[in-house]
Each structure stands twice: as C-alpha cells, then as structure tokens.
C-alpha cells in the first residue's frame, strides 16, 4: 500500500491545510445604495492590517453605516471621505465609474453595481479610467487587458497602498512560511520527481523525470490526478499561418 500523496490529503481540507479566517479582521465591501443619487460624507476612523492581504484596510464611517475598503495610497486617519455621484475626484472618495474622468487611476471596480468590487485590490494595482462608451465605461485593468463595466459600477479614486511590497526579498524560510500559512497555501512545495514512488506518482529512480505521461485525464483516481489535469495540449504552443 502506498500512502495517500500531497494533493489527495489537501483535498480533504483537514486543519493543516485550511486557511485561518477566523484571524482576518472583514470582508472589503462598499456599503449597499440606498439613494444612488445621494452623497454621503464619511471620515476615515481607522488603518488596520489584515493577515493575509498585502494591502492595508481602511475603516469607514458614514452617518450609520460602516465599511472596510482597501485603503488607497495617501489616505490618512480622520480624513473626509465622500460616497456618490457628486463626491469631488479625490483620492479615497467612492464614485459610480460613470461620473469619474477619463484618465483616472482607480481601485476597488465593482464588476456588476452594487457587488462590493472585485478588482484592483492587491497592494500596488490600479485600474485606468480609459473612455466612456456606449458600450459602458471602457476600463483597462492591472493586467493589460481592457473590458467594459456599466456606469453604474463604483471605484474608489486612487492606486491601492502597499506597492512595492513584493520587491523586497524574505531573506528567511520562516517568513515565506507564516505568509503562505495566512493565505492557506502549502509551502514549500516539493517536485513530484523529487519525492519517493511512495510520495507521488511520478517519484523514484536515479532519473529526475516523470517516466510517464504528465497529462492526466479529468476522472482519474485521487492517487493519480497530478500534472496536468485535463490539459487541452502540452508542450510549446504551435504557431498559426496568418
């Protein structure tokens, strides 16, 4: 008998491998519209940390509500913040996409009115403001690509505090390891030619390759789905006539 490998034991979401949630302080969500067409001055309470996210938090307090957002950079404690079609073009202040200039960086995109923002959001990102289209807001997003949102989309004016946090090295194993230990992820990760015929399937011999096909189909068994997991083709990328 062998024994169960690495990604059958991590399927079954035992402690070791669960993500510690009960430490992470709120979700980081706009509050809901009631009146969209009314703006609504807030203040910034507080700047908090939450584990496992590069960015840092900010708390905002408006007439009875509160809400967490991820805290744009120069944003500062007991700043004034505004909320609505009206809000000036600040950084902090929350418009609906359709009442911001083009040219603005902007974190924090709803992808659908009202869902709380999806985009933008690790430390360092920011989306540009591109044109207003018929077809919606044209936004272009950290990673190049341009889509199109409804107007009614908000974002917050400004670029997500914590850029550069990823150009400084970690120097040591122990904080790569607390890092990957508050997202859930397993570290180190360990090759599967590296390891014993025990430990995964393509472990054992002298040789550091896998011996068989790394392509494995989507209803493989528990022990033997590793690799790629239906790849729909493998190798270099052929290239197309024009």
């Known amino acids: 008998m062998g024994k169960r490998i690495l990604v059958r034991r991590r399927g079954r979401g035992v402690g070791v491998f669960k993500a510690p949630t009960h ?27 939450d584990p496992g996210r590069g960015s840092p938090l900010a708390l905002l307090k408006f007439d009875n509500q509160e809400c967490y957002i991820a805290a744009p950079e120069g944003l500062s404690v007991d700043q004034d913040v505004y909320i609505g079609e009206t809000s000036p073009i600040e950084i902090g202040n929350i418009l609906p996409l359709g009442k911001i200039p083009a040219g603005n960086f902007v974190c924090n995109i709803e992808s659908r009115p009202g869902d709380g923002g999806k985009f933008a959001r690790s430390s360092g990102s920011y989306g540009t403001l591109v044109a207003h289209t018929p077809r919606g807001t044209e936004i272009k997003l950290p ?3 341009t889509i199109f949102l409804d107007k009614r989309c ?11 946090r990823a150009d400084k090295p970690f120097l ?23 390891m014993i015929s025990a430990s995964h399937p393509y472990g054992g011999g002298r040789h550091k390759h896998a011996g068989k096909p790394t392509t494995v189909s989507r209803d493989a068994p ?6 790629l997991i239906a790849a729909k083709q493998s190798g270099r990328a052929k290239r197309r006539k024009p």
């Not at 969209?36 to 203040?43: I, L, N, R, S, Y």
């Open 23 to 49: 430490r992470r302080v709120a979700p980081v969500s706009y509050p809901p519209e009631d009146r969209p067409d009314q703006t609504h001055k807030g203040f910034v309470k507080d700047l908090v940390h």
């Open 143 to 145: 990673s190049k690509k």
């Open 154 to 164: 908000r974002a917050t004016i400004g670029i997500t505090a914590g850029a550069g």
């Open 172 to 194: 040591k194993s122990g904080r790569k390891l607390k890092l990957m230990k508050s997202k859930g992820r397993k570290y180190p990760i360990v090759k599967g030619t590296a």
């Open 222 to 227: 528990p022990g033997r789905k590793v690799g």
